[in-house]
């Protein structure tokens, strides 16, 4: 019982996805949604080719998948920035340290 969601359904849980995991503000997540947004119109767009011409379906769609996540990286602040960045390169995201109190005896 899969229900076909509408782009903006899908667009929507792609930038909750990445807002969470990302701990974006308000602004951010407005524009990782355009994003999502304008991705999911444009594989809708080229969706028939699915069964056409599956090679170029492909192509076209990695592209646009491409072109999204330039512009994701470039919804992040320089710190989500070089931390993306180092993922990506196959890192791992940084955790956050906790002071250690010093011992005075």
Do not use: T
Request: net charge positive; charged share 45%; glycine share 2%.
């Amino acid at each position: 019982m899969a229900q076909e969601s509408s782009p903006a359904e899908k667009a929507r849980i792609k930038a909750n996805r990445f807002a969470k995991e990302w701990q974006l503000e308000h602004r951010q997540r407005d524009n990782v949604y355009a994003v999502y947004l304008a991705q999911e119109k444009k594989i809708a767009e080229i969706i028939h080719l699915k069964e056409a011409d599956s090679k170029e379906f492909r192509k076209q769609r990695k592209a646009i998948v491409s072109e999204a996540e330039k512009k994701l990286v470039r919804s992040l602040n320089k710190y989500q920035r070089a931390e993306y960045q180092k993922i990506k390169n196959g890192g791992k995201k940084k955790r956050k340290k906790r002071k250690r109190k010093r011992w005075r005896g």
